[in-house]
């Protein structure tokens, strides 16, 4: 697929369970790894990792939802590092208040959480892409890859805001993988992955209950997951990869499902 070695990655969410395992697996391969999160301490955490994983490596506290600490991201990621090649955009998730159950109907949803995770999954997503993507557009040359979801393409019951959001982050890649190679250079990549059902610490208190067993919702989509598991962080490392190195190079505005089946199962 060709040598990531000595490249860099910024990574959003960066301490998150995902996007810790896809900095450590890039690390391993030489990449030099800028974990973003707004969670010091997880962002630290995940860099212990990349170091052992024996490349070099920052942890920059950061809010993905605010211009100006994404840009005083990138100013430490140049001077530290002296370029941006790849731009992984991880930071999202659901919350509580904008999801749906038995004590919380669709019209009784607050605005607020509606608004923090359509922000936090489309809104971190773009303007990371701005801030970042113009050091990319400079050097003509640079790959984004956003995240996804399943619910990118079919919209999850109970989560109204994270499905919408990620259907905007698809919708998102393809546009700006246009925009990109179009504006300034084609050898600037857009592409995204789209992950099935990975226990995270934002779905799992839908999936799994106190006991640790599948709750009426996780054995749902275990039952529509033809590999009849939830995926595992690693599962995650070789399409990823594969979109960031040259090996891809004429690959952009692509959606990758990596899911166990879930999306080409029509339930019969």
């Known amino acids: 697929m060709g040598d990531l070695k000595g490249k860099v990655a910024v990574i959003t969410g960066g301490g998150g369970v995902l996007c810790s395992t896809i900095g450590e697996a890039l690390a391993r391969d030489g990449v030099r790894v800028v974990l973003l999160d707004i969670a010091e301490e997880k962002a630290k955490s995940a860099l212990e990792r990349v170091r052992k994983a024996g490349s070099e490596g920052l942890a920059i506290k950061t809010d993905v939802l605010s211009r100006r600490n994404l840009e005083e991201a990138a100013e430490r990621v140049i001077s530290t590092f002296g370029a941006v090649d790849f731009l992984i955009n991880g930071a999202g998730g659901n919350h ?8 919380m109907s669709f019209f009784d949803l607050p605005d607020e959480g509606i608004r923090f995770v359509f922000d936090l999954n489309f809104m971190g997503t773009l303007l990371a892409s701005q801030v970042f993507g ?3 557009a400079k050097r003509n040359q640079g790959v984004i890859l956003n995240i996804a979801s399943m619910a990118s393409f079919r919209p999850l019951t109970r989560t109204p805001a994270y499905s919408a959001a990620k259907a905007a982050v698809a919708n998102f890649t393809q546009w700006l993988a246009v925009h990109m190679a179009q504006e300034y ?18 779905n799992r208190y839908l999936l799994v209950d106190e006991k640790g067993e599948l709750t009426e919702r996780g054995k749902q989509i275990i039952a529509h997951t033809p590999m009849g598991r939830f995926g595992k962080p690693e599962d995650l490392i070789g399409a990823v990869k594969w979109l960031l190195s040259p090996g891809a190079e004429f690959v952009t505005g692509v959606v990758i499902p990596i899911d166990g089946g879930f999306s080409a199962f029509s339930g019969v």
Do not use: C, D, H, Y
């Open 96 to 103: 509580p208040k904008a999801t749906t159950s038995k004590e």
């Open 134 to 136: 113009r050091i990319m």
């Open 185 to 202: 250079s084609p050898a600037i990549r857009v592409v995204a992955i789209a992950p099935g059902f990975f226990l995270t610490e934002q």
